[in-house]
Nanobody
Framework: QVQLVESGGGLVQPGGSLRLSCAAS????????MGWYRQAPEKQRELVAD???????NYADSVKGRFTISRDNAKNTVYLQINDLKPEDTAVYYC???????WGQGTQVTVSS
């Protein structure tokens, strides 16, 4: 019954911002690492950011300083705040949990004028 339900994707202009949400259920959220990955057309899926159970974060170099991952254990939700969006950020963004290696369904982020 593990579920990772993503929301917040959409079409945004360069320089804009989005906040992606991933609502988790079916496991003890607070003790597992969570992450965001993305896959652009014709590119491999790549780690964007992850956050450990104790709140330690890691970011891809390409997003460092623009993206912020956070978690709210009371809401079983992990967020990805994305600022100063660039066209190269266009991708399907996937939520991931270390619990049994589960993935969300993905949410499309498109950055275009």
């Amino acid at each position: 019954q593990v579920q990772l339900v993503e929301s917040g994707g959409g079409l945004v202009q360069p320089g804009g911002s989005l906040r992606l949400s991933c609502a988790a259920s079916g496991f003890t959220f607070s003790i597992y690492s969570m992450g965001w990955y993305r896959q652009a057309p014709e590119k491999q899926r790549e780690l964007v950011a992850d956050i450990s159970s104790d709140g330690r974060t890691n970011y891809a170099d390409s997003v460092k300083g623009r993206f912020t991952i956070s978690r709210d254990n009371a809401k079983n939700t992990v967020y990805l705040q994305i600022n100063d969006l660039k066209p190269e950020d266009t991708a399907v963004y996937y939520c991931y949990t270390g619990f049994r290696g589960n993935w969300g369904q993905g949410t499309q982020v498109t950055v275009s004028s």
